[in-house]
């Protein structure tokens, strides 16, 4: 859906919409989309800025950070985004653009696709670090034992290289009897 500023001129427009998986294109290996995105939202031209207010849900799937497990993360977001004309912008002022304007973006020409400014939300809604639960104890780093599952042997029996030369010689002479 384009949104087209020469419409908000006459009024604002009112958005509900699902965008099922693979309308978005997310460009990111570390979510998949499992559910619709549902959009309910808002457009209006606020002095000469399209301004979008509203909502979106989702599901997706993730993997664990420690076990690797495949794991689905509810996403709900609300947002409140100004989006000015490119060519306002005088180049020097945008060096000054700092990181708690990061609501603010650019559209070129007589608008936006609402689907650029989702899968933007979407990507923004996925936690950095995400873990399956509080308690997830993760792999083994030496057998890579999901420990959630299984005991792992490791902790059973220590190798410590001291000890190896002795642990050879006792198979050897197991193997031979
Ligand atoms: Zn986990
Ligand atoms: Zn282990």
Redesign the pocket.
């Known amino acids: 859906m384009f949104i087209d500023i020469k419409d908000l001129a006459v009024r604002k427009v009112r958005v509900h919409r699902d965008y099922p998986s693979g309308t978005l294109d997310f460009q990111s290996a570390d979510f998949r989309q499992i559910e619709p995105v549902e959009v309910r939202a808002t457009a209006e031209l606020v002095d000469n800025q399209i301004r979008i207010t509203g909502s979106l849900q989702t599901k997706v799937e993730l993997v664990c950070a420690r076990c690797l497990e495949l794991l689905v993360e509810d996403i709900n977001r609300d947002f409140d985004l100004f989006y000015r004309p490119m060519t306002e912008l005088p180049g020097e002022q945008e060096a000054h653009l700092s990181s708690d304007e990061t609501e603010l973006g650019f559209f070129e020409g007589e608008g936006l696709f609402l689907a650029d400014v989702l899968v933007e939300q979407v990507s923004l809604a996925i936690p950095m670090k995400i873990i399956c639960r509080s308690d997830c104890r993760g792999l083994?780093p030496?057998?890579g034992?999901n420990l959630n599952h299984e005991g792992?042997?490791?902790h059973m029996h220590p190798t410590d290289p001291r000890f190896e030369p002795l642990a050879r010689l006792k198979q050897d002479w197991l193997k031979k009897q």
Do not use: G, K, Q
Request: aromatic share 0%.
């Open positions: 083994c030496h057998c034992a792992c042997r490791c």
